[in-house]
Nanobody, 125 residues
Framework: QVQLVESGGGLVQPGGSLRLSCATSGFTLDYYTIGWFRQAPGKEREGVSCISSSERRTYYADSVKGRFTISRDNAKNTVYLQINSLKPEDTAVYYC??????????????????WGQGTQVTVSS
């Protein structure tokens, strides 16, 4: 069974940092593009970052560039999202998603076919 499980969220003060993890199982991570998304109450789902399969290129939304870093450890079947210099507007449920794709394209949200259940990140003083 294909599974993606997010962890690492929590309550953090503005300016703080967290490391989110996406643990995968049931497929070979090497050949999958992985994306991170977030959704805040009353807002649409927003793509924040992705990392491609073959070339391992990374992409970031303008709102998080310079603050968030995505990485993957295929041997551990895990993708990480380091989130730094957090702001209250970063508060959201963060999801990881997977799509079997070999290339450098960062897919749209609707193209991913595997999703985790999300981890809550709350930035507040």
């Amino acid at each position: 069974q294909v599974q993606l499980v997010e962890s690492g969220g929590g309550l953090v003060q503005p300016g703080g940092s967290l490391r989110l993890s996406c643990a995968t199982s049931g497929f070979t991570l090497d050949y999958y593009t992985i994306g991170w998304f977030r959704q805040a109450p009353g807002k649409e789902r927003e793509g924040v970052s992705c990392i491609s399969s073959s070339e391992r290129r990374t992409y970031y939304a303008d709102s998080v560039k310079g603050r968030f870093t995505i990485s993957r450890d295929n041997a551990k079947n895990t993708v990480y999202l380091q989130i730094n210099s957090l702001k209250p507007e970063d508060t959201a449920v963060y999801y990881c998603a997977a799509l079997r794709l070999r290339g450098s394209i960062c897919p749209l949200a609707a193209e991913y076919n595997y999703w985790g259940q999300g981890t809550q990140v709350t930035v507040s003083s």
